[in-house]
C-alpha cells in the first residue's frame, strides 16, 4: 500500500511556521489576509496546503520567503523559523542564502514564470553560479544533467533553446529543474500542474515524488485537487479565509474529514465510476462564494455557507482543536466532542 | 435512434502556414483531421482529448467560427457548413457557446443585464419590452437576483461569471450549446454548482450539449455519449457506461488511468499507465498509428498501416488493430487496474 513517510514522526521539524500575519493596507483600512497561520514542514515529507483561491494558500508560500508584494502587503506577525533562524526579520542578504537555494518555489504559470529572452540553461544555470558558485561551463553541464533529471529528451540540446520554444509540460519541467538545480531542503510547489493535461500531470507527480526519494527534499504542494492531495501528501492542511482549518495526516483527512468545508471540496467533485452506480446523482454543492475580508465579521469564516451552522458560530471564531492522533480542526461541532473527550 | 440534432461528417478544418525558408512548401496544421459524431437531441455529447487534439477546433468548427476544409456539418434538417451570410447569422440564433473563461468572454464595461439582452436585440427577438422580461427571466433561470442585472462583469465571482455567460447563451432559446471546458477555470467548490445547473437546464429545456472538456471525472457525470480524440482523429466513440466500464484504446485507457482520485491515492499512482513525451506535431503526423509512437503496445505494423475506425460493440468504435473482438466482445489489450 502506501509507501512509509521517508522521515521518521517525530523528527526534527525543517521549518516552523508560528502565528503568521500578513496584512495588506487597502483604501478600506487594514485587510488581514493571514491570519494566525501555524504549520511546519518535517524533512522529507510533502504537505498539501488546500483550499478555495483566496483562502491564502499562495499568500501562506510567498509569505515564507518575503516575496509579498510590499507596499501595501506586510508580515504583520508571527515567526517563520527555518533552521533556527527567523526568516521574518532576518537580513535580506541571509534571505538571498536562502531563497532558490535552501528553500526554492514551483510557480503556477510555466509560461510567465520563465524569462523569455534567456535560455533554458542561462536560467537553470543562474542560481548554481549565484550560489555554488560554479562558473559559466560548469553551470551548463549542471543545467543538462538537471534536464536530463527531469526526463526532458535530447537535453544537450534543449538546454540551448528558450522557453517558447517548448511545450507546457516541458516549461513544467524547467521550472522544476531550476527549482531543484541547488538541492533545496524544501520546494515549495504552488499547483505546478493546473495548466497542464492530466497525462503530463501523472507524469510531473511522479517526478517530484521520484525527486523526493532520491534528494529527500520536503514538498509543499498547493493544491485545490483533491485526488492530488490523496496521491501526493503526507500531511494536509486545508486553509479558509486566511485560516488553517483542518490538518491532519493524508489518511485523517481524507478518510474522515471533520471541517464541513473539507467534506465538501471532498464530496463536491464528480467521482471516476459515477456512470456504473448512480443514476446521475445531483452532485453534492457547497453553496455561496468565499467571503470577501470585509465581510467576515466575528464568527466563523464559513458559517454562510455551513449546512451545520449553530448561533455560536456567528459570535466567535472556532479555535484549531486537536480531535487526536494530531488531526485537527476549527469548528464548533467538533470542539464541542474534543472538549467532551477530554473531561472523560 | 431518431434522427441526430447534430451530425458531423468526415470534419477536416486544415490551416495553412506559411513553409519555413524560401521555396519551401507552405506547411498544412491538420487540426481536426476526418472527425464524424452525432448528437441526438436532449442528450449530451463529450468530446475528450490532450491540449491539440483538436477538441476545441471541432467545437468552433461546429460553431462555423472555424474554417471548414471538408465535411459537413448538419443542424436538424440544415446543412450548417453551406449557410453563408444572413442565413448563417439567423441560424447563430439555434447554436450557442459558452466559454472555459468567465473572465475574458464577458465585456469589462457592459453591464450583465446588456450582456445577455445583446443577443436578443441583434436577433430582433421580440419588442423591447418582451426582451426586458426575458432578460429577468434567464437571470432567475441560472440562479442571479435580479437586481445583479445593473452590475459589471468584475463585481461578480467566477461561478457567477458563468452563469452569466449560461444566460447569455440562453437567450435565444437555442437547440444546440456548445459547452468548451465550462468549469475548467472555476475552483472546485463552484464547479458542482454549474455542473448541476447545466444539467437542471438541460432537463428543463431539452438543451442538447457538445460537451468539450479533458476532466474524464466530469465528462463521466454529464455525458450520454463520449468521443476520445487524438491528434485530429477519433480513436473510440462510446456510450457512457461501456466507455467508463471498459475503454478499449490503449490511450483512452491511459487518459483514464491518469486521473488522480481520492480514494485510488498512491495504489494508483503506482499502478498508472505511464505514457512518455508529447504527442507529435499535427503538421506532419506519423503514417501509422497517429499514438503508435507513445502506445506501451505498439507493433511494427502499427507504425506502418494506419487503422480504421471499426465497431467493436454496438455504438462502440475504436481505432486500433490491437483490439481483438472474441465471441462479439471487444477485448481490451490492457485494463486500468481496479483500485
Known sequence: MNAAPAQAPDAKPLLEVQDLRVEFRTRRGAALVLNGVDFEIRPGETLCVVGESGCGKSMTALALLRLIPSPPGRISGGRVLFQGEDLVTASD???????????????????????PVFSVGEQIGESLRLHAGLDARQ???????MLRAVGIPAPERRVDEYPHQLSGGMRQRVMIAMALACRPDILIADEPTTALDVTVQAQIFDLLRELQRDKGTAIMLITHDMGAVAEMADRVMVMYAGRVIERGSARQVLDAPQHPYTQGLIECLPALGSSQHDDRAELTEIAGVVPSIWELGQGCAFRERCRHALPRCAAEVPPLVDIGGGHAAACWLRAGDAAAEQAR | MTAPLLAVEDLKVHFARAGRGWGRPPEVVKAVDGVSF???????LAVVGESGSGKTTTALAVMRLAPITAGRITLGDTDLGRLEGEALRQARRRLQFIFQDPFSSLNPRQRAGDAVRAPLDLMKVGTSAER???????????????????????QFSGGQRQRINIARALATQPELVVCDEPVSALDVAIRAQILNLLARLQRELGLTYLFISHDMAVVEHICDDIVVLYLGQIVERAPRREFFARPLHPYSVALMSAVPTVHGGRARAAARIQLSGDPPSPINPPAGCRFAGRCPFSEPACATEPPPLREVAPGHAVRCRRIDVVDGTPRPILQAQAV
Open chain 2, 38 to 44: 452525432a448528437v441526438a437531441r436532449g442528450r449530451t
Open chain 1, 139 to 145: 553551470a551548463r553541464a549542471r543545467a543538462v544533467e
Open chain 1, 93 to 115: 542578504a541571509t534571505l538571498r542564502q536562502v531563497r532558490g537555494n535552501r528553500i526554492s518555489m514551483i510557480f503556477q504559470e510555466p509560461m510567465t514564470s520563465l524569462n
Open chain 2, 132 to 154: 426586458t422580461d426575458r432578460v429577468a427571466e434567464l437571470f432567475a433561470q441560472v440562479g442571479l437576483r435580479p437586481e445583479q442585472q445593473h452590475l459589471f462583469p468584475h
